[in-house]
């Protein structure tokens, strides 16, 4: 079992890249946001999931040890896999948060992959998660107002709608400037940015 790899990473496509330790390439899926935040040519250390089959072998790496436990724990979970798995792990950690603070699936079902039932199954296997490990969402902070304009749910479904996935939705609302103060003015500016 592969633990953890340290090694010179090359990006390939998105969540997708090797990381070259001693002359040996590993392809490696990591969350998107973490690939975005990866340098070519950079030395890295990923923690290590490898996930076994009769007809794969594949490893999936996270920067911290905590983002491969909560990847552990969501791949438990009755009908989310690793791509699923993959996914939730590249969501801020504050929407899942609030997804369970406001017993509200449908922040969920805008996830890649997550239907209408299956955000309903999956936020209650989520309050149970984190009833069992408190901190496996990390440090959430419970007043996020600051911030809460970044994941505005209706600039999110909007942007949803339109075929952009949650991750590139996320990362241009969060970019967005302070003033942005609308919903409407919020999609038009995140649309401007993708």
């Excluded at 089959?53 to 438990?76: M, N, S, V």
């Excluded at 936020?123 to 496996?136: A, D, G, N």
């Excluded at 075929?163 to 969060?174: P, V």
């Amino acid at each position: 079992m592969i633990a953890h790899l340290r090694g010179i990473v090359h990006r390939l496509h998105p969540t997708e890249v090797t990381v070259d330790v001693g002359g040996v390439g590993y392809r490696v899926t990591v969350p998107v946001d973490t690939w975005e935040t990866m340098e070519e040519a950079s030395t890295v250390l990923l923690w290590i999931y490898s996930y076994i089959r009769e007809d794969r072998f594949d490893l999936y790496g996270f920067p911290t040890l905590a983002g491969k436990t909560l990847f552990e724990k969501l791949i438990e979970i009755p009908g989310v896999g690793p791509k699923m798995g993959i996914e939730l792990s590249a969501v801020p950690k504050r929407i899942l948060q609030e997804a369970i603070d406001a017993n509200d699936p449908a922040s969920l079902s805008e996830i890649k992959g997550v239907g209408k039932k299956t955000a309903e199954k999956l936020l209650l296997e989520l309050k149970s998660l984190v009833e069992k490990y408190p901190t496996i969402l990390g440090e959430v902070s419970k007043d996020s107002t600051s911030k809460r304009h970044e994941f505005d749910k209706d600039a999110v479904a909007a942007l949803a709608n339109l075929g952009y996935d949650s991750q590139t939705i996320m990362r241009a609302l969060k970019e967005l400037p302070k003033e942005v103060a609308s919903t409407e003015e919020r999609v038009a500016a995140a649309l401007r940015n993708l």
